[in-house]
């Protein structure tokens, strides 16, 4: 799990809307940690809180929440310089793996001042979408993912450190959480489980009463169940012959068809059907008949006919062309006569007559040019000639191939019939292989009676066990509950015993585990390596215990008050590595009392080895100006924020860098 991006608008002493990169990278390359500087009372702890609140809402126990109810809450985060038109807002993004996919979400929590029903409202974004299921489910989803209970380990402040180093044992919210990262509450809320249900069976147990005498009742059930078990290998058996019987039918009928007896059965059907084919084919016969006797020899002289047409039509244009001519001529001497009478002079007549001659000596070169009319057809015939050009004669060839292919049909419809009556079994042949086959046919339909007869006399006797089930059950629910109960009451106490020796083995091979990591880290923060061999924690109530070289207990008031707070960050560090989740850390005011040599240790080692992503809240005199040099020439600062605080104004702004 990564924190991506952290969005806060008038929440607290942050006013407006300001966003925060978390993302623990620099030019692509990887760099665990963020660092905000800020002095005391100026919105470092207010971060860590807005983290808090936007993963756990109404359930997170914030900084400032003490007894609060959740509505007061919210309420008193709001930033009062808030205008009454906008909301306060808190957004984080993060991302991690699921089903091997890495997934990236936005958690945003919104509220008024007076917070509608008391409580914020809620939406989860998946990427940009808005995923309502998961918004409506997301107490049980980050619980899966950062569980509550655990989350002070990951997400905590010096206060908590410094209050587990002076503790001779965890306090009581450590201890919870410590136990639910090594999953060793399972085993006590099953024990815890268990008590309450053995007294709510024993209070059941109390007003059962027992009922006796149902020998008769199960022997009447035991014989059906027998009478079934024949009846079911009866219809085993019968289903066998069934299959048999249905392979001697079909073998019987398959040698049927193959030798003749099908069509020896429909050879009258036979006949009748080739007496229509004849029938039909006599018809075909006759239709070409009478398509020969019309219109469709003259197919055969399509192009003499075509010719012909042709023909008729020249002769027609000549004929018409000489007409005109003798009508142009009869009208070119009126015209002479009627310019004669018009007293025009004789020159210009001339030339008139002379246009006129010309023209229409060009229309008797035209004529001329056509031969002489051999045909002499009249129109009426040359329309006849070119209907049966355009229409008869095609009709007549698309009848006559239609014909001849209904004809081809019939013909191979002809042959087969043919062949199948002389495939067809002679009579005697036809008789033994009728008989052979309605004997298959009986004995299958026999069978066939049987078999649903047993069904039915085996579904009788299921129905009969269901009903005799059902009274015994009627009269046996408070016994068989009884007996329950006290089998129950009798197992618990197995389970719990069960249940300690498993949670005394998970505790000591955790531990064991835990002892070795703490041990490795304290050491690791230790400037003194000889000082401490071994760390040792307490089965029952996880107190730390320390070893020397030769084994001797380390008493505590020979460490320091540095060391010991070193001892509490291993412990702490110890808890994340076995949890085997990889989750960001925070820390608020990281430094406490250390001295310079402890401080650079734990800037050096621990802070960029805590997790691959680690937020560090710090005052100017905690991660002075020389640890934030070592953790930059680290190469393991991503970003850097300042916190500066307008205490007349009463808001922090978040700047880019730190105070050096």
Known sequence: MIFLELVLQNFGPYSGKQTINLRPTLTDRPRPIILF????????????DAIRLALYGHRTQCSTRGNLTYSDFLSQCVNRNTPPTEKTRIELAFEHIQDDQLVEYRVVRTWEKNPKDGKDSLGILDGEWPDSYLANAWDEYIENLLPLGISNLFLFDGEQVKELAELETPPPLVVDAIQSLLGLELAERLAADLDILVTRKKKQFAKTKEIANLEEIEQKLHQQKKDFEVATEKLVDLEKQLKKAQQKQEKAMRKFVSEGGKIAAERSQLKQEF???????????????????????????????????????????????????DAFQERDQRLVNYLNELSIPAGKISKIQRF???????IEEDINQIDEPWLLADEEALTLLENL??????????????????LKDLEVEINVLEKQLVSAASPEAYKILEAALQEAQTELARIQIACENS??????????ITKTKKELFSYTDETIERHNI???????????????LFKEKLTLKKLNKLEMEVTEC?????????????????????ALSLYDNQGQVVPKNRISAGEKQLLAISFLWGLAKVSGRHLPVAIDTPLGRLDSSHRQNLVERYFPSASH??????????????????????????????????AQKNQTNLERGYFW
């Open 389 to 406: 050009l355009r229409y008869e004669i095609e009709n007549c060839r698309k009848n006559a191939r239609e014909s001849l292919t209904s």
């Open 275 to 325: 007496q229509d084919v004849e029938l039909e084919m006599e018809n075909a016969r006759q239709e070409m008949v009478e398509l020969a006797a019309g219109a469709l020899p003259l197919a055969l002289i399509s192009p003499l006919l075509e010719q012909a047409s042709s023909q008729g039509d020249v002769e027609i244009l000549r004929h018409e062309a000489e007409i005109a001519l």
């Open 455 to 464: 069904k039915r006399e085996r579904k009788k006797l299921e129905d009969a």
């Open 37 to 48: 500087g800020g002095m005391n009372g100026g919105g470092k702890t207010t971060l860590l």
């Open 486 to 500: 006290q089998n129950i009451i009798e197992s618990s106490g197995k389970v719990k015993k069960t249940l300690q």
């Open 356 to 362: 006129l001659d010309r023209e229409n000596l060009m």
């Open 613 to 646: 992503q680690v937020i560090l809240l710090s005052t100017d005199t905690e991660i002075c100006k020389s640890e934030v040099e070592n953790l930059r020439n680290l190469e393991a600062i991503a970003h850097e924020y300042l916190l500066k605080y307008d």
């Open 522 to 542: 304290f050491r690791y923060l230790l400037h003194k390596s000889d000082l401490v061999h071994r760390v040792a924690i307490d089965n029952n109530n996880f």
